[in-house]
């Protein structure tokens, strides 16, 4: 139960803040005993925080501004000088109590409106921009991208809603969502790009969306890979294999089918630019698009 893995992001949030001497608590509701072996599974984390507190160390627990108030104390900070980043409706509620400044990242997709006293609310630890809270910003973005630890995904091409190319004009080739669930609960949802391989055609540019796609207010998750290369038919039950290796925005809704499907060209335009990019260009020889 311990080998929690790390969200997308939180590793590389941490390191970066400690490199940049930045001091940080971890400061939770879970005992201190507990907290202690989950970070052990987490190489280097344990160094990175100069405060680990638990709910048994504080009188009260979050909601109430105990645990943040003595992580402050800890720290020798002013807590309105500290940020707190927080993924339930509790923490932010103690954050606020304490006096900080409290960015939620819900734990529960959609539910965005519970987490309003946040001073901010982001979907993933993707998101965060340090420079927007007087911290330090990140330097790993490279032309409006993210690079990310690369994961695969592949199966046979399936039906999809059947309205990709219909209203939109942008076709998406959809996999199983058997084949890919497990990647699924793992990465935020949002626009991705990377390489996508048909073994009988070829290997093309890609770029994608995770998500619920807030427009047509899907139900279901689902990840929408539109391979960037003119077919001149379909490829249904095609063996599909994708390599995702870089992040681009948080999923966003948007008023009219124009501002979106413009948004969709901007977002192929930025993946078909940084595909080119030795970092990300990479992994077009990769075996496993082609086998
Ligand atoms: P569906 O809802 O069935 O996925 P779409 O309207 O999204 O229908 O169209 C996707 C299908 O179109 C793919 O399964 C594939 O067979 C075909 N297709 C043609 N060109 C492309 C492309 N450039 N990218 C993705 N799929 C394409
Ligand atoms: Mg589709």
Redesign the pocket.
Known sequence: MDKIKSLPGASRLIRHLKCHGVPMALASNSSRANIESKIAHHKGWKECFSVIIGRDEVAKGKPAPDIFLEAAKRLNKDPADCLVIEDSVPGVMAGKAAGTKVIAVPSVPKQTHLYTSADEVINSLLDIRPEEWGLPPFQDWIENTLPIDPWHIGGP??????????VLGI????LSAKDYASELVEHPSGVYFGWAGLPTRGVYKMVMSIGWNPFFDNKEKTI????????T????GEELRLIIVGYIRPEANFTSLESLVAKIHEDREVAERALDLPSYAKFKGDPYLTK
């Open positions: 091409v399936i039906k999809g809603f059947g309205r990709g190319s219909k076709p998406t080739a959809n929408e890979p539109w391979l960037l290369h003119d077919f038919e379909d490829f249904y």
